[in-house]
């Protein structure tokens, strides 16, 4: 009976270590760099804030940018923002996301290489970024398997692998 009580508290220390090594901020080393065919383009950087009472916070900061074109170039900054759940079993990290409160916003427009407010052009991307075809690609319950140090975080979904590093924030 002692050795299954000592088993079954090391297997929680376990854990509890492993779920307190995540939680922090972690935001992608290098921005993910899509290249369509027709020369748009897409940069991505990725934010993750995991709380040690299982809940995160998803940010994701991306621009797009259309094909250089001899009559316009347009590059749109924008942000979406979304909590949701997790549980962390070994090495097994699963995200639940809650898409009530998914919120997506325009950093900033530019035409031709200068800032615009361009209501035409902001009613279409907000239309995208609200609509729910786009905002389906951030509903789904996603498991990851994930190695984790002081400093980097790596998440893999069979597909893909991210790496991330420890983000400090600088307190007032």
């Known amino acids: 009976m002692k050795k299954f009580l000592f088993s ?3 297997l929680m220390s ?8 995540i939680c922090t901020s972690w935001r992608s080393v290098q921005p993910i760099v899509e290249t369509g ?19 995160y916070l998803y940010v994701d900061e991306f621009t797009m940018s259309s094909e250089p074109a001899p009559t316009m ?8 923002e979304m909590k949701g759940t997790y549980t962390l079993e070994g ?9 009530k409160t998914y919120k997506a ?45 002081d400093s980097t975080l790596e998440m893999k979904d069979g597909e893909q692998t991210w790496m991330f590093t420890r983000f400090a924030a600088i307190n007032n």
């Not at 065919?37 to 809940?55: A, H």
């Not at 800032?115 to 075809?133: C, F, Q, W, Y």
């Open 8 to 10: 079954l508290i090391a």
């Open 73 to 80: 170039a347009l590059e749109v900054a924008t942000s979406i």
């Open 37 to 55: 065919e027709d020369g748009s383009m897409t940069i991505q950087n990725v934010l993750f804030t995991f709380n040690e009472d299982g809940t």
């Open 105 to 149: 916003e325009i950093l900033s427009i530019s035409m031709n290489g200068k800032v615009a407010d361009n209501p035409m052009v902001s009613g279409r991307i907000k239309s995208m970024l609200n609509s729910e075809e786009f905002k389906a690609q951030f509903i789904s319950v996603e498991t990851n398997t994930i190695k984790v140090s």
């Open 91 to 99: 090495d097994q990290l699963t995200l639940t996301p809650d898409i």
């Open 14 to 21: 376990v854990m509890t270590l492993q779920a307190q090594s």
